[in-house]
């Protein structure tokens, strides 16, 4: 039993209290068809944000996931990452892009062959905070145009940025970072609200025991792997007794049990911040089909992913 007067621990309410975002903007990139660009790994937060047109952006050996004009990508850790028109076309790396095709000696960029045309703005942001906030996200958090995260303040806020865009006037960049800070501390909100309002817990474990943080870093960064204990037990070196038993004792619950709720946890942000379907939610998360996540989702949270995605249809209040 808790003494009196004692005060929960509360991580999400923490961060989102936190939350305050400062963006810079690398480029504003107009892109003709056939193009593509890489961008290096490094410890440091960047987005890209589709102002018109369409791009894929590709990490790691993950499926390349497919940005539309008003997407945002989200990289909270910096992997390096590429984008392009099409999966499988050509990357320059972007730093080269900003040296050698910038335009007015700016940051803004014309690059590409005579098909359509995409535009870009591409930039790192800062959390306060961050080692409390930055840990809590997926590697790549997309936020859809028309997710419940975007529906209700999108238009206007885009419609600025293109301005400023097409304008180009002195301080354009100035302005666009700021615009920018909405747009990023609004994904990162709302990724984090689906998962409070859910009754998630963070699940952003920092292990003292190596082995053990091996084992969650595993988890989280191929979440729709078939993992079991004894898989676990084996990429980390150690016995399936030994490694429960650890696990337990620096996490607090069962490895299967931290990785349901890790799944799920995951599951209630793609529900806010993306236009995915059911079956495509349960895969990214690990199930076998829609039905089998849909089970899952509602026994742990008490209703079904389809009314937790229409209940959070509530505005949350953008922020700077």
């Not at 591409?122 to 790549?140: I, N, T, W």
């Not at 006037?169 to 909405?182: C, L, M, P, Y």
Request: with cysteine.
């Amino acid at each position: 039993m808790e003494p009196v007067g004692a005060q929960r621990s509360d991580p999400i309410g923490d961060a989102l209290t936190a939350l305050s975002v400062r963006s810079s903007v690398f480029c504003l990139s107009e892109l003709t068809a056939p193009w593509g660009f890489s961008v290096d790994g490094a410890p440091m937060s960047k987005f890209h944000l589709v102002l018109s047109g369409a791009g894929w952006l590709s990490l790691g050996g993950d499926a390349p996931i497919l940005l539309r004009a008003g997407d945002l990508a989200l990289l909270p850790r910096g992997h390096a990452h590429a984008i392009r028109d099409e999966p499988a076309a050509g990357a320059v790396p972007l730093d080269r892009l900003i040296a050698e095709h910038s335009v007015d000696g700016g940051t803004r960029i014309s690059y590409g062959g005579a098909g359509p045309m995409t535009r870009l703005l591409c930039g790192a942001f800062s959390v306060a905070d961050e080692h409390r906030v930055l840990p809590l996200l997926p590697d790549v958090l997309r936020v859809d145009a028309d997710s419940v995260a975007m529906s209700t303040w999108l238009a206007p806020m885009l419609s600025s940025l293109e301005a400023e865009a097409a304008e180009g006037d002195r301080g354009s960049s100035a302005i666009q970072a700021k615009i920018a800070d909405v747009f990023v501390a609004q994904a990162l909100r709302a990724w984090l609200t689906a998962a409070d309002r859910a009754g998630v817990l963070p699940l952003a474990v920092l292990s003292d025991d190596p082995e053990i943080s091996t084992a969650i870093s595993l988890v989280r960064q191929q979440l729709s792997a078939h993992w079991t204990v004894d898989r676990l037990a084996r990429q980390v070196g150690l016995t399936r007794t030994v490694f429960i038993s650890r696990f337990r004792r620096s996490v607090g619950e069962s490895p299967m049990r931290y990785i349901m709720r890790l799944r799920l946890s995951a599951a209630a942000g793609l529900l806010s911040t993306t236009r995915l379907s059911l079956l495509d939610i349960a895969a990214a998360t690990g199930y076998r089909n829609d039905s089998s996540f849909s089970k899952a989702f509602a026994r742990e949270f008490g209703r079904a992913p389809g009314s937790f995605r229409t209940g959070l249809r509530a505005p949350v209040a953008a922020v700077s």
